[in-house]
């Protein structure tokens, strides 16, 4: 560290900080990246076998401590141990940003190679690291570009395997989960909508489409446009909001909610 | 004395000439004798007079005037003098005593002698001087005289004018353009303007007594024309500013305030049919007036005020005039009053948007009471009558009234195709009127006819959304009717194919086309069968089958009824042998599509031949080995569907006539717990006896539904491939542009709702043919 200039220097401390990767390997991407922050943080992205030197030792430890007794995988028994012993509850929405970095495929599993190289990737080969990063993980559902990663991510990891859409049950519940984060005024609407009116499977395209809606479409609906292609469920649910009068145009919902 | 003087010198010039040229005299009179020859041959045109007169003098004249001017100082004065008498006596139509040719030697040497100037100013002096007493003269003619005095001294005036033109004529030709000044004519026209046209006295008179003789013949009283087209054509000699200024302005004006009170006056009292004739009558009048005494340039002018004044202000109020306007000429196919309305509106701006208009929403609102009322639903062939009367109707006070005109033609479709479409049993309806016209009602109609009335259908198809409904009912009914053997004519029901075909393309008729091929397939079929050995059946039931291909034929999924034991056997004899020559095929009894004709003889030995469906002739055959049997073991024997065991229950036992069946206990309907036995007592006139089935020929609600749900559910796979076909073509498209052009490629035979598109595409996107674009949501890509 002595031998960095000071400009150097505060750039390793700020990698350090956002990443919360080692000096070793907040050096590393920098260097590889000529000093720009920006490429560092590509580097450090897109190559994480770099980002730590994870011991593979303690990794299997960690698995072995976690996996079912009758099939090479961590089932949901394993995963509440794991939640226990990184204090987080199991419904904690964190849960799902853990398994957006392991990219598993399904919603309560984890197979070795999802938990090894997730882990391996993240830096993390001890349970102290891990429920270091809990924390972080958190802040990056505050971003916008993670978000909606996780978001797309979540229909993949909550459907039924072998199925196209996804439930209508557990859609509502990942959407009162999600949206809790990120606030959005009408997802009980939403959700009361789809209980009384359509009580079916939500397919990917509503569900990825919903997100853009709740984004863009501000909730007195005054910039809601009817050719905007959106999925007609959502057209739908325009109606049966103006139907019902929960809408009044120039008289928004409350407000205090949208951050 | 002056003269005398003259001749003077003359003399002494040709003295001193003939000296010079001996052969001058000869010369000249070559000229003047060629000139007489070609006067007598009335080949006058190539000669000029002023040459004729003067030319041989020119040589010779130069000299002795020189001489002149010096002589006598008096002589410009003098020489006025005999002009001024001159005019003076032409003014006083007192001629006979002038001498032309002196008169214009005088001028002529006026002019030459350099006093022209004076010639001109004083030609002016007397001129006016005569036209301020003729002008009094004028003044003084009493009421009607006065036009004709006017005239007839415009007359006196354009002879005198001409008279002087001729004799000035030299001053005319040379001093006048070199000087700029008036010719003489019209100087002539000018000063009669401004002394007698434009004089106080008389400008305002002639204004007003020309508009009274106007305003006297509007009111219907004969006036003297010919005098009137002088006075009018006085007044455009004078030049187009004056007639513009004096008269038509006035006129105008005068005719727009009488045409505006007339206007009021009729509209108040008339009716509209009244109304319009009156107008058109005065337009005429005008027109004709114009032709008569105007300028032809007025017309334009004229007309404008009248349509303005009689059409334009009272448009509105004409239309909608209660009991006589627009609407009520429509209904009563005023097709006279119509095309004068038509006529007169067209000439001023909007006129025929107004018509089109009101028209359109007549036609609409009758239209959509006509198909909305519920009592004409009950009737389908007396429905689709109705609105073939309704276009004929408009169709010929389109042709007859308003001049075919292609607007209104536009206007009239895009009405039908309004209303039609408000109703979504018309497509059931029209099917259902040509099932009847090809059932029983083109019998004995002349194959001209056929065409006439098919034509119609088409036109009416034309305007229906969904093409595509109408060809479900069409193959029922078609089915219905190939199959019960009552086409009247195969020729109709080709021509009407071919017209299908040619209208929405081949797709849309090739199973319909497929269905006659079944009919004829089957013909072979059957001969083929009875020809073989597999037809041995002694006494048995005749069979006829007709074999019908899946897919072509609108076939219900019916439970099959059991069929007696006689005709199962011969069923199965057929079975064998199609199977036989067939091979890879299955066959499967339609039982609800057949007829049966059978032998029945009666409690008192009468004995018929009965016409009847399958499952009438399942129920029947029972009753071989019973004389009672309730509802429920019918029912149970045949298995033929409730509905359908209701119906044609009823129709053998509860038709008055038909009622080969007794039923107890006695009531219209047919219930559960019934009792049939055979009517011993039956009777009919005919040997044949036909039982109908109580069909409805409409459908009823639910199997309305049930129809229409097969129809949506065939659109679904129609909306994809339209998708998936533009999508292919253009890989990424927006939403909207994807409806749009859904919509069009469908439109020939349905209209897709936005929805159901939006819908489909996103059933496309679940099956991975189409995705969203990753960065505008509107886009769609096609996933190959």
Same mark, same amino acid.
């Given at each position: 560290?002595?031998?960095?200039?000071?400009?150097?220097?505060?750039?390793?401390?700020?990698?350090?900080?956002?990443?919360?990767?080692?000096?070793?390997?907040?050096?590393?991407?920098?260097?590889?990246?000529?000093?720009?922050?920006?490429?560092?943080?590509?580097?450090?992205?897109? /190559?994480?076998?770099?980002?730590?030197?994870?011991?593979?030792?303690?990794?299997?430890?960690?698995?072995?401590?976690?996996?079912?007794?009758?099939?090479?995988?961590?089932?949901?028994?394993?995963?509440?141990?794991?939640?226990?012993?990184?204090?987080?509850?199991?419904?904690?929405?964190?849960?799902?940003?853990?398994?957006?970095?392991?990219?598993?495929?399904?919603?309560?599993?984890?197979?070795?190679?999802?938990?090894?190289?997730?882990?391996?990737?993240?830096?993390?080969?001890?349970?102290?690291?891990?429920?270091?990063?809990?924390?972080?993980?958190?802040?990056?559902?505050?971003?916008?570009?993670?978000?909606?990663? *996780?978001?797309?991510?979540?229909?993949?990891?909550?459907?039924?395997?072998? /199925?196209?859409?996804?439930?209508?049950?557990?859609? *509502?519940?990942?959407?009162?989960?999600?949206?809790?984060?990120?606030?959005?005024?009408?997802?009980?609407?939403?959700?009361?909508?789809?209980?009384?009116?359509?009580?079916?499977?939500?397919?990917?395209? =509503?569900?990825?489409?919903?997100?853009?809606?709740?984004?863009?479409?501000?909730?007195?609906?005054?910039?809601?446009?009817?050719?905007?292609?959106?999925?007609?469920?959502?057209?739908?649910?325009?109606?049966?909001? +103006?139907?019902?009068?929960?809408?009044?145009?120039?008289?928004?919902?409350?407000?205090?909610?949208?951050? | 004395?002056?003269?005398?003087?003259?001749?003077?010198?003359?003399?002494?010039?040709?003295?001193?000439?003939?000296?010079?040229?001996?052969?001058?005299?000869?010369?000249?009179?070559?000229?003047?004798?060629?000139?007489?020859?070609? *006067?007598? +041959?009335?080949?006058?045109?190539?000669?000029?007079?002023?040459?004729?007169?003067?030319?041989?003098?020119?040589?010779?004249?130069?000299?002795?005037?020189?001489?002149?001017?010096?002589?006598?100082?008096? @002589?410009?004065?003098?020489?006025?003098?005999?002009?001024?008498?001159?005019?003076?006596?032409?003014?006083?139509?007192?001629?006979?005593?002038?001498?032309?040719?002196?008169?214009?030697?005088?001028?002529?040497?006026?002019?030459?002698?350099?006093?022209?100037?004076?010639?001109?100013?004083?030609?002016?002096?007397?001129?006016?001087?005569?036209?301020?007493?003729?002008?009094?003269?004028?003044?003084?003619?009493?009421?009607?005289?006065?036009?004709?005095?006017?005239?007839?001294?415009?007359?006196?005036?354009?002879?005198?004018?001409?008279?002087?033109?001729?004799?000035?004529?030299?001053?005319?030709?040379?001093?006048?353009?070199?000087?700029?000044?008036?010719?003489?004519?019209?100087?002539?026209?000018?000063?009669?303007?401004?002394?007698?046209?434009?004089?106080?006295?008389?400008?305002?008179?002639?204004?007003?007594?020309?508009?009274?003789?106007?305003?006297?013949?509007? =009111?219907?009283?004969?006036?003297?024309?010919?005098?009137?087209?002088?006075?009018?054509?006085?007044?455009?000699?004078?030049?187009?500013?004056? @007639?513009?200024?004096?008269?038509?302005?006035?006129?105008?004006?005068?005719?727009?305030?009488?045409?505006?009170?007339?206007?009021?006056?009729?509209?108040?009292?008339?009716? &509209?049919?009244?109304?319009?004739?009156?107008?058109?009558? $005065?337009?005429?009048?005008?027109?004709?007036?114009?032709?008569?005494?105007?300028?032809?340039?007025?017309?334009?002018?004229?007309?404008?005020?009248?349509?303005?004044?009689?059409?334009?202000?009272?448009?509105?109020?004409?239309?909608?005039?209660?009991n006589?306007g627009l609407i009520n000429m429509l209904v009563d196919d005023k097709y006279?009053?119509l095309?004068?309305?038509?006529?007169?509106?067209?000439?001023?701006?909007?006129?025929?948007?107004?018509?089109r208009?009101v028209m359109t929403s007549h036609i609409r609102s009758t239209g959509k009471q006509l198909v909305t009322d519920p009592e004409r639903l009950k009737d389908p062939v007396d429905f689709v009558q109705r609105l073939l009367d309704e276009k004929d109707k408009n169709d010929k006070i389109i042709n007859l009234a308003f001049?075919n005109?292609?607007?209104f033609q536009n206007a009239l479709n895009s009405s039908f195709e309004y209303f039609i479409n408000l109703n979504s049993r018309s497509p059931e309806f029209i099917s259902l009127f040509v099932d009847d016209k090809l059932r029983k009602g083109l019998k004995g109609v002349s194959e001209e006819d056929v065409e006439i009335v098919l034509d119609k259908v088409m036109m009416l198809f034309r305007y229906l959304q969904e093409k595509d409904v109408f060809e479900k009912y069409y193959k029922q009914h078609l089915a219905k009717r190939l199959l019960s053997g009552k086409t009247v004519s195969d020729d109709a029901e080709r021509s009407l194919i071919v017209k299908l075909k040619t209208e929405c393309?081949?797709?849309f008729t090739?199973k319909l086309?497929?269905m006659f091929?079944?009919?004829?397939?089957?013909?072979?079929?059957?001969?083929?069968? @009875?020809?073989?050995?597999?037809?041995?059946?002694?006494?048995?039931?005749?069979?006829?089958? /007709?074999?019908?291909?899946?897919?072509?034929w609108p =076939?219900q999924?019916?439970?099959? &009824?059991?069929?007696?034991?006689?005709?199962?056997?011969?069923?199965?004899?057929?079975?064998?042998?199609?199977?036989?020559?067939?091979?890879?095929?299955?066959?499967?009894?339609?039982?609800n599509m057949?007829t049966?004709?059978?032998?029945?003889?009666?409690?008192?030995?009468?004995?018929?031949?009965?016409n009847v469906s399958?499952?009438q002739? &399942?129920?029947?055959?029972?009753?071989?080995?019973?004389?009672?049997?309730?509802?429920?073991?019918?029912?149970?024997?045949?298995?033929?569907?409730?509905s359908d065991?209701k119906r044609c229950l009823q129709s053998m036992a509860c038709v008055k006539g038909k009622n080969?069946?007794?039923?107890?206990?006695?009531?219209k309907d047919i219930?559960?717990?019934?009792?049939?036995?055979?009517?011993?007592?039956?009777?009919?006139k005919f040997?044949?006896v036909k039982i109908g089935t109580v069909v409805a020929q409409r459908e009823s609600e639910p199997e309305n539904q049930e129809t229409r749900q097969r129809v949506e559910?065939d659109?679904?796979?129609?909306?994809?491939?339209?998708?998936?076909?533009?999508?292919?073509?253009?890989?990424?498209?927006?939403? +909207?542009?994807?409806?749009?052009?859904?919509?069009?490629?469908?439109q020939s035979r349905f209209l897709?709702?936005?929805?159901?598109?939006?819908?489909?595409?996103?059933?496309?996107?679940? $099956?991975?043919?189409?995705?969203?674009?990753?960065?505008?949501?509107?886009?769609?890509?096609?996933?190959?």
């Open positions: 560290m002595h031998k960095l200039g000071r400009g150097h220097r505060d750039k390793v401390q700020q990698f350090m900080a956002i990443t919360g990767a080692s000096e070793k390997v907040a050096l590393h991407a920098l260097k590889a990246s000529d000093w720009h922050l920006e490429g560092a943080f590509d580097v450090f992205y897109s /190559q994480p076998q770099i980002k730590a030197f994870t011991d593979s030792r303690h990794l299997e430890e960690l698995y072995s401590r976690y996996k079912d007794p009758y099939v090479d995988m961590i089932m949901a028994d394993g995963i509440s141990v794991l939640c226990n012993d990184l204090q987080v509850d199991p419904q904690d929405i964190v849960m799902l940003v853990v398994s957006w970095h392991m990219k598993a495929a399904t919603m309560c599993e984890f197979s070795k190679q999802e938990f090894i190289s997730g882990l391996q990737a993240l830096g993390i080969d001890s349970l102290e690291k891990f429920r270091e990063r809990i924390q972080f993980m958190r802040t990056e559902l505050k971003d916008e570009q993670k978000f909606r990663e *996780i978001y797309n991510f979540a229909f993949g990891w909550a459907k039924e395997k072998g /199925q196209k859409s996804l439930a209508l049950d557990t859609a *509502i519940g990942m959407w009162q989960l999600l949206f809790a984060e990120k606030q959005w005024a009408l997802v009980d609407h939403w959700c009361q909508f789809l209980q009384a009116r359509h009580n079916k499977a939500i397919s990917r395209d =509503t569900w990825s489409q919903l997100l853009e809606f709740a984004k863009t479409v501000d909730p007195s609906l005054s910039n809601y446009d009817a050719e905007g292609a959106w999925p007609y469920l959502i057209d739908e649910f325009v109606e049966y909001l +103006n139907e019902n009068n929960i809408i009044q145009k120039g008289q928004p919902i409350d407000w205090s909610l949208k951050r | 004395m002056s003269t005398q003087k003259k001749r003077n010198f003359q003399i002494e010039a040709f003295k001193h000439r003939v000296v010079v040229d001996p052969k001058y005299a000869e010369k000249t009179w070559k000229i003047l004798e060629h000139a007489i020859h070609e *006067i007598y +041959n009335h080949n006058a045109s190539g000669l000029s007079f002023e040459e004729l007169y003067s030319a041989p003098k020119r040589n010779f004249q130069i000299g002795p005037l020189k001489r002149q001017i010096v002589m006598d100082p008096n @002589y410009a004065d003098k020489t006025w003098k005999i002009l001024e008498e001159g005019i003076h006596e032409i003014y006083n139509c007192n001629i006979s005593g002038l001498s032309f040719e002196e008169l214009y030697r005088n001028a002529y040497n006026m002019v030459l002698h350099k006093f022209g100037e004076k010639l001109y100013s004083g030609l002016v002096t007397t001129m006016t001087h005569h036209l301020e007493v003729i002008s009094k003269s004028i003044e003084a003619a009493q009421g009607g005289l006065f036009l004709e005095e006017l005239n007839r001294k415009w007359a006196d005036h354009n002879k005198a004018l001409q008279m002087i033109r001729d004799i000035l004529m030299y001053m005319d030709r040379t001093f006048i353009p070199s000087t700029h000044k008036t010719p003489v004519h019209e100087l002539g026209l000018n000063l009669w303007r401004d002394n007698i046209i434009h004089s106080a006295k008389i400008q305002t008179r002639l204004q007003d007594t020309l508009l009274d003789l106007v305003l006297r013949e509007r =009111t219907g009283e004969v006036i003297n024309r010919g005098l009137m087209r002088n006075v009018i054509k006085m007044l455009m000699d004078l030049g187009s500013s004056v @007639y513009q200024d004096d008269f038509e302005k006035h006129f105008l004006e005068v005719s727009a305030d009488f045409y505006r009170a007339e206007s009021q006056q009729f509209i108040e009292c008339c009716d &509209c049919g009244e109304y319009l004739k009156k107008a058109e009558r $005065r337009l005429n009048e005008e027109m004709e007036r114009v032709s008569h005494y105007l300028d032809a340039k007025s017309e334009a002018k004229i007309t404008s005020v009248v349509e303005k004044e009689m059409v334009e202000s009272h448009m509105q109020r004409l239309v909608h005039m209660e006589s006279e009053d095309g004068r309305m038509y006529s007169l509106f067209r000439r001023v701006p909007n006129g025929l948007f107004i018509i208009d001049n005109d292609k607007t393309g081949y797709q090739s086309e497929g091929t079944d009919m004829k397939t089957s013909e072979d079929t059957m001969q083929g069968f @009875y020809a073989s050995s597999f037809a041995e059946t002694g006494d048995g039931p005749t069979l006829a089958v /007709q074999v019908l291909t899946t897919g072509s =076939t999924p019916s439970a099959t &009824c059991n069929l007696p034991a006689e005709i199962l056997g011969v069923c199965e004899k057929f079975r064998g042998y199609y199977l036989g020559t067939h091979t890879g095929r299955r066959l499967s009894w339609q039982t057949g049966a004709d059978l032998k029945a003889t009666f409690g008192r030995g009468q004995k018929h031949e009965l399958t499952h002739m &399942c129920a029947l055959m029972l009753f071989n080995n019973a004389d009672r049997l309730s509802y429920k073991e019918i029912e149970q024997a045949t298995e033929i569907p409730a065991l080969i069946l007794r039923k107890e206990p006695m009531s219930a559960e717990d019934d009792a049939f036995f055979v009517n011993d007592k039956f009777s009919s040997y044949k559910e659109r679904k796979p129609q909306i994809e491939a339209a998708i998936v076909r533009i999508m292919k073509s253009r890989r990424v498209l927006d939403h +909207n542009n994807i409806v749009a052009e859904v919509t069009k490629q469908l897709p709702s936005p929805v159901l598109i939006k819908k489909r595409i996103e059933s496309l996107i679940e $099956r991975e043919f189409l995705e969203r674009d990753k960065v505008d949501r509107k886009l769609y890509r096609y996933l190959a």
